[in-house]
């Protein structure tokens, strides 16, 4: 442990990972022209893509984590670099289903390759990628993710 993480609690720990996490990925995937909220959405495309998916900007918010309006702003952006292709759903006229376009393929490929390395620097303390250590500490980050958070504090009492 450095100075700065001795005796931190877990939330302060999981803030600075998810921000170095954040900032390690943006400066990666910027020589391809992208940010880390650009690569999260174009790598889940990517992985639904290969399952045969063609998600709702609605079901790509729900898997990534982001906010619907931040799906949307960012899929236009993509879709103004010729990245990704925008369309109306079929069976839902309300909703827009995205998919990569050959360069988006192109580019996320590269993307996930880079990402990768930094993936794999990141869990080598651990025994890299397919370490037993990995699979127990993947196995703790969703349990995380799954617990639920309630929004309301002690701080929120009713006003008289």
Not at 11 to 27: E, N, P
Not at 141 to 149: I, R, S, V
């Amino acid at each position: 442990m450095t100075s700065t993480t001795e005796g931190a609690t877990a939330g302060f720990l999981v803030w600075r990972l998810s921000t170095k996490w954040r900032v390690a990925v943006d400066r990666a995937v910027a020589p391809l022209g992208l940010t880390h909220a650009q690569y999260a959405l174009m790598a889940s495309l990517y992985g639904m893509g290969r399952s045969g998916l063609r998600p709702s900007q609605r079901r790509l918010a729900d898997h990534t984590g982001l906010e619907p309006l931040y799906v949307s702003k960012l899929a236009r952006a993509l879709e103004a670099a010729g990245l990704i292709t925008r369309t109306r759903d079929p069976n839902d006229p309300r909703a827009v289903q995205l998919s990569l376009t050959e360069e988006g393929c192109d580019v996320t490929g590269r993307a996930i390759t880079v990402v990768q390395g930094l993936l794999d620097q990141l869990l080598e303390p651990l025994g890299g990628q397919d370490s037993p250590r990995t699979r127990q500490f993947t196995r703790e980050l969703a349990a995380l993710l799954d617990a639920p958070l309630d929004p309301h504090t002690e701080n929120d009492e009713e006003q008289p």
